[in-house]
């Protein structure tokens, strides 16, 4: 059977955050575990949001290339 610890393991989370929370819920703090686990989930966000914007900045900079060069090659 899988454990919330090896599913905080799979999504990224720290061994050590991952035991912290584990040991939350099997003492019955399960509040206190879940608001642990949203904290980390906002954090993924975070990361997502940062990488989308850079993967955006490229796609901008790809555009451009492309214009450049259909501009360039339709002028000869």
């Given at each position: ?32 575990a ?35 060069i ?7």
């Amino acid at each position: 059977m899988e454990t919330v610890k090896s599913h905080l393991l799979d999504a990224g989370c720290p061994e050590q955050a991952a035991c912290a929370v584990e040991r939350l819920c099997s003492d019955g703090r399960l509040d206190d575990a879940l608001h642990q686990m949203k904290v980390f989930r906002c954090e993924l966000m975070e990361e997502l949001h940062q990488s989308q914007r850079k993967v955006d900045c490229l796609d901008h900079l790809i555009r451009q290339t492309e214009k450049e060069i259909k501009a360039t090659t339709e002028r000869r």
